[in-house]
């Protein structure tokens, strides 16, 4: 009785993730804005819709903290949650 074993086959070559590693917040430097997204999920029925700001800034939070590659809000999916700043007629406008 014989097995069969392949070994021409190529060896497997682990890859990295395309957006990288996603440390854990040994610090807890983002613990409040966890806390708070965690909160938001279980007062509406883990409807993620309704927490997109708590979501926006726990994700901030952890880009600025370089627990995670910075990434523009927009690719994210947060282009309707950007902030703008006023144009420069507005600022006029208001003096």
């Not at 590693?21 to 409040?32: A, I, T, V, W």
């Not at 966890?34 to 901030?60: A, E, G, H, I, P």
């Not at 950007?82 to 007629?89: D, Q, R």
């Amino acid at each position: 009785m014989s097995t069969a074993m392949n070994f021409s086959s190529k060896a497997f070559k682990p890859r990295a993730p395309d957006k990288g590693s996603f440390p854990l917040d040994h610090f807890g430097e983002c613990k409040g804005f966890k806390d708070t997204f965690m909160k938001c999920l279980r007062d509406n029925s883990f409807d993620n819709s309704m927490c997109r700001l708590q979501s926006k800034d726990y994700l901030q939070c952890r880009m600025d903290n370089q627990l995670m590659a910075k990434e523009p809000l927009e690719k994210l999916g947060f282009a309707d949650l950007k902030e703008t700043s006023p144009s420069p007629e507005d600022k006029d406008a208001k003096e």
